[in-house]
């Protein structure tokens, strides 16, 4: 009878879920023939342009639908829709940025949906496709879809200028030697400078900020291929919050540049440009729930995670394209930047007050 029993449950349920994927599949296909109806679909994304071509191809060769780009994805995103929404324009779609941009304007503005309520692609709602069985939420009221999950490399040398072994930690970078010889992203502009200040002054101390923004006399890089050749070319034998896409180029060349993972900090952790968000009001807002469902699809996260050189959350996503030490193992302890309430509350905090003890 307990036999029987457990059949017939396990048949009700199997029958239940058939008739949830069913359903979710109906929902994809309105969706599909509504967003085909649109046309189009205005995303602001990265300023890179393998991802521009990898995100605009990808969507239209799976749909037919044309991708109208705006190559931002960062700090300028936020001035140009608060002036259009303040002229009462509405022009864009989606959001592809980091977490600064997300959370801070984005978010802070009121600008966006929810984008759990849009996901109806099967293959998107299957939690067995997402890494630890989740999808991951940047912010409580699941704003902000986080596709990416990485460990930061997060110092790069030139290893026939400098010996990888002579900057196995961050005190490492103190030694008189590299005095004026390294170069460290600048922590004045979003992003991974800011990022590593923070990190820094957190994790290390005010001294060692001090020490190592004041006392080194590092070049601060704002352009980052200017900062990847001069390291490629040994300019410079050392850099802090490289921009490892940029230096993965020179790398495949055969210019010796090795990454370090300092051993007296726990590993960073970001999300790069992987964070999602579906705007309010949008114009075409079809397309951009449709766009939304495919660039968290397997497809999407396949070919914008390639061109990105980032590591997808889902765990379907082949990613030999990676350098495994870049890819989170379980129960590693870690040091998340993409966590709401450090993007929201305690980065901030930590960053000024290390801006202002090194005077930027």
Not at 56 to 76: D, Q
Not at 254 to 270: N, R
Request: net charge neutral.
């Amino acid at each position: 009878m307990r036999a029987a029993l457990c059949s017939l449950l396990l048949g009700a349920l199997m029958l239940i879920a058939g008739v949830g994927t069913a359903a979710a599949a109906d929902d994809l296909d309105s969706l599909i023939a509504a967003a085909k109806q649109e046309g189009t679909v205005v995303v602001d994304g990265p300023p890179d342009d393998q991802i521009r071509q990898a995100i605009t191809s990808g969507f239209k060769e799976r749909y037919g639908i044309e991708v109208s780009y705006i190559s931002a994805g960062g700090p300028k995103s936020g001035p140009r829709v608060r002036a259009e929404r303040a002229a009462g324009r509405y022009l864009l779609d989606v959001l592809v940025t980091g977490a600064d941009s997300a959370v801070q304007t984005f978010l802070g503005s009121g600008w966006l949906d929810p984008i759990k309520p849009v996901l109806v692609d099967p293959n998107v709602t299957d939690l067995s496709k997402w890494r630890d069985h989740k999808i991951t939420y940047v912010d409580p009221d699941k704003k902000l879809l986080r596709l990416f999950s990485y460990i930061v490399q997060t110092i790069a040398v030139n290893s026939k200028v400098v010996k990888p072994s002579e900057i196995a930690t961050f005190h490492d970078l103190l030694k008189s030697e590299w005095q004026g010889k390294m170069m460290v992203r600048d922590p004045t502009v979003p992003g991974a400078g800011g990022s590593l200040i923070s990190y820094l002054y957190v994790t290390q101390g005010p001294d060692f900020v001090q020490s190592l923004y004041k006392t080194q006399k590092p070049v601060l890089v704002r352009d980052t291929r200017q900062g990847a050749q001069s390291l490629a070319q040994g300019a410079y034998g050392i850099w802090a919050a490289p921009d490892p896409k940029q230096l993965s180029q020179f790398k495949s060349l055969g210019y010796p540049i090795e990454f370090i993972f300092p051993t007296d900090g726990p590993p960073i952790v970001t999300g790069g440009y992987g964070i999602i968000a579906l705007m309010n009001k949008a114009p075409h807002p079809n397309a951009a729930k449709l766009f939304v469902n495919w660039i968290a699809s397997k497809d999407g996260q396949t070919k914008y995670g390639e061109a990105a050189e980032s590591a997808t959350l889902r765990n379907d996503v082949e990613q030999s394209y990676l350098d495994p030490k870049t890819i989170p193992q379980p129960g590693q302890k870690v040091f998340d930047t993409y966590e709401f309430k450090y993007v929201k509350d305690e980065r901030a905090a930590a960053l000024d007050k290390a801006r202002a003890l090194v005077g930027f």
